[in-house]
């Protein structure tokens, strides 16, 4: 029995239409399935919580208000602007002890803009501040 032996310059051919086919089922099956949701048809009730948890914050914790005219309050302290905010938060947090975790609570009113939140939070971050809680009117979220 002889068997036909195949000389090296044939190259071995690679069927492509297999491969394209895979290819077109994947992407029909990614559109299919992808869900297109546009913003404003999305309802948000935000600073409230359905459970109501105990206050167990430590007291080392910052606490920075942030009022629904844009005006800031650090502990009992009221601040007027951002870089008020920025240099006293700057101080109490040199001030405190370098080898303890840095906490923050965030208490934002219902009415306050996004971006002051988001202001003050970018704030806490290149300060160095590794917590940061945001405070709701049934208990606190993390």
């Known amino acids: 029995m002889r068997i ?5 310059s044939e190259a071995p051919d690679i069927n492509l239409i297999p491969l394209i086919d895979v290819l077109l089922v994947i992407v029909i099956f990614l559109v ?5 949701m546009q913003p404003s048809q999305l309802e948000v009730d935000l600073p409230g919580t359905q459970s ?3 206050d167990d914050t ?5 606490r920075i208000r942030i009022g629904r005219d844009g ?10 602007n951002e870089t008020q905010l920025r240099r006293e938060l700057s101080k109490v947090i040199s001030a405190g002890n370098a080898r303890e975790e840095k906490r923050a609570i965030v208490e934002a009113d219902a009415a306050a803009t996004h971006q002051s939140v988001v202001v003050v939070m970018d704030m806490l971050a290149s ?9 709701t009117a049934g ?3 993390k």
């Open 4 to 8: 036909k032996r195949t000389s090296a």
């Open 32 to 36: 299919v399935s992808t869900t297109f």
């Open 52 to 54: 109501a948890k105990e």
């Open 58 to 62: 430590p007291p080392e914790a910052l």
């Open 71 to 80: 005006n800031y309050a650090l502990g009992s302290q009221g601040i007027l």
């Open 127 to 135: 300060l160095g501040v590794a917590r940061v809680s945001i405070a």
């Open 139 to 141: 208990g606190r979220a």
